[in-house]
């Protein structure tokens, strides 16, 4: 997962940011084979597919695993909505 905060902030590392921080949280590698999948949806027509696959622990003491995800839909912009039109 990747987080990014563009100005002024406080931050998880030692020193307050000024142009802005990235966070980046990263997840092991599975050492157990399996999978998933996951697909979220929003009131706005959004909708969220995510995926993972790994292989588990393999002969050679390696491991991978696979993660990925694609978002689709129309959007949504707060306070943009006007109630006097039909759809968006």
Do not use: C
């Amino acid at each position: 997962m990747i987080q990014v905060q563009k100005g002024l902030g406080a931050s998880k590392v030692a020193l307050n940011s000024l142009g802005g921080t990235i966070n980046i949280i990263t997840k092991s590698t599975e050492t157990e084979k399996g999978g998933s999948i996951q697909q979220s949806y929003t009131s706005y027509g959004n909708k969220k597919t995510t995926f993972s696959f790994s292989t588990g622990l393999m002969k050679n003491n390696w491991a991978i695993t696979f993660l990925g995800s694609r978002t689709s839909g129309n959007g949504y912009v707060d306070a943009t909505h006007n109630p006097y039109t039909k759809g968006y």
